[in-house]
């Protein structure tokens, strides 16, 4: 596997999608930051009376109990297994080990005030292909995927279910067997694990990866078909979709050209001038679906 040193910076789906097979590891610079953020935390809490939500009081309707800090790390600890309650078939392992590292991803941003420890054990649980189980039903989807990602993360407690090296096994077996301490939990840590979308974002990802490989192959069979028909290649010129000014229309215009460019078919002189719509507004109908690709891409 080759290793990859994250930085902090922005990466874009394919980036993401190529790291996938790579080994994790953060830049001097990032774990600077991430131990800023958890010190300004921790100054915080030391200097302050004030309450701060689900870190020194309760979830939810108990907001306004206070958490004694005694009870802080039983709290975050709680917080993970009173959401890790899914059931259901596991989802598929590629879109666990997506999420592990979308996780990564967002808590080494260094906005989240989780300490190095956890962003550290999050890469290793990656590092060693440590796959937790994760139920496909039951989540709460306004503060976050509750529930998946508790059950991604309850096992960096030495708790729940993982798979490692093809094995269904508790977690806390396939971390004795990578020589990993199980976690204890510190103040905002439960919260931080939970609170996100990096489960969502997983599935939208590999939506989005198959959905443009879809794209492709939508083109290549309307190249096909046009050939098959005999059609005029003059609804595909460049210059009719740039004037148009639609950027998924010129995108499938140019794919199709592409996928025609090596024809003599194609290029023959033709007995008819106007082919039906099925041909020639392929690239309108196709370049409204690359617009959407590109949308959800974006986002």
Known sequence: MENYLFEGKELNVGEIISLLGSKISLSDGVRQKINANRQGLESLLQNSDERYY????GFGALYNIGISAGDVQKLQSNLLRSHACGVGPAAPPSIVRLTLLLKIISL????SGVRIEVVQMLIDFYNHNITPVVPTTGS??????????AHLTLPLMGEGEVVYKREQMPALKAMQLCDLEPLILEAKEGLALINGTQYSLAWLIYS???ASRLAEVCDMCAALSMDAFDANASPLDEDIHRIRN??????AAASLRYWLSDSVIHHDQKEHLQDPYSFRCAPQVHGASRDVIAYAKQI
Not at 108 to 111: D, F, K, M
């Open 54 to 57: 689900g870190i020194n009081t």
């Open 108 to 111: 080494a941003q260094g906005y």
């Open 140 to 149: 709460l989807g306004a503060s976050g995927d509750l529930a998946p990602l």
């Open 208 to 210: 989005i990866e198959n």
């Open 246 to 251: 639609q950027q998924g229309q010129i995108d």
